[in-house]
């Protein structure tokens, strides 16, 4: 990337914005793009932007409101970023899709102390799954500019998201993608400490289990192998990787 213009201390989501579109018009291959945006990034000092354009207004101690405001600043920008990529989409010939989503609970701390949201700085990492969702589920939108919205996708793992993604491109095929979409008829959530259901049935404390449900552990197997092991699943799983190294080497 090249200097990016900053909003508060960091690189702006308006600058991100500009290179995502930027690198997309530029090419007349199809364009994967993983752009992880700064600027909202914690934690949340009170005084981040010079210039804020909101308020707040809640019976908490001054530094937990400005803290609370330096959030809200950059979630608004992180709204405007979305937004334009949805409209320039719109005017794109080419197929796109776009998936935007939040990859934890904001790090505010006494925020969510003073507040009475939660007992302590951070989050449980154990407890039910209700409390799990409130805490841990984050927002999703995946949006094409052939059909809009994908709507009732819930709450699931970020490993599911290749398969709404492709399935979203109208895209299908027999290898990972359709092994995690038959994975997520049994479970929409795999969480070291608890796996949920599609009807939001829980199972706690699964991986103490003697008994693992073996889609669960194929599951952990393949990403297993892939990230850390021999990759013994790439020709099944994964041909084109396959097809790639053997381009490369011959």
């Known amino acids: ?20 579109i930027r690198e997309a018009d530029a090419s007349d291959d199809p ?23 909101h308020s707040v207004d809640a019976p908490i101690s001054s530094w937990a409101r400005e803290s609370l ?4 600043e950059g979630s608004a920008d992180a709204d405007h970023g979305l937004q334009r990529l949805i409209d320039w989409a719109k005017k794109r010939q080419r197929p796109t899709i776009i998936a935007f989503f939040g990859d934890h609970l904001p790090p ?27 805490h841990h589920d984050t927002p999703l939108v995946i949006w094409s500019n ?6 009732n996708v819930g709450a699931v793992s970020p490993a599911f998201l290749p398969y709404h993604i492709l399935t979203t491109a109208g895209i ?21 400490n608890l796996l949920l259901s599609p009807a939001g049935e829980a199972t706690p404390d699964w991986a103490r289990q ?16 892939m990230m850390f092991g021999k990759r013994h699943s790439a020709p099944d799983f994964f041909p084109e990787t396959v097809n790639k190294l053997v381009a490369h080497t011959s």
């Not at 752009?35 to 932007?49: D, I, K, M, T």
């Not at 405001?69 to 809200?72: A, D, G, M, T």
């Not at 003697?210 to 192998?225: A, G």
């Open 172 to 192: 299908t095929h027999p290898y990972y993608t359709g092994f995690l979409g038959a994975l997520r008829e049994h479970y929409r959530v795999v969480d070291r």
């Open 69 to 72: 405001l330096s959030y809200v």
């Open 146 to 151: 052939r059909s809009g919205p994908v709507q």
């Open 1 to 20: 990337l090249p200097p990016m213009e900053k909003r508060g201390p960091l690189a702006s989501d308006a600058a991100m914005t500009d290179e995502i």
């Open 210 to 225: 003697k008994q693992i449900d073996p889609k669960i552990n194929d599951f952990r197997l393949i990403q297993y192998d």
């Open 108 to 134: 505010l701390g006494p925020v969510y102390v003073e507040t009475g949201f939660l007992k302590d700085n951070v989050a449980p990492r154990k407890e039910p799954s209700d409390a799990a969702l409130e």
């Open 31 to 53: 364009v994967f793009l993983f752009a992880v945006s700064l600027q909202n990034h914690g934690p949340y000092e009170p005084y981040r932007y010079y210039n804020p354009t």
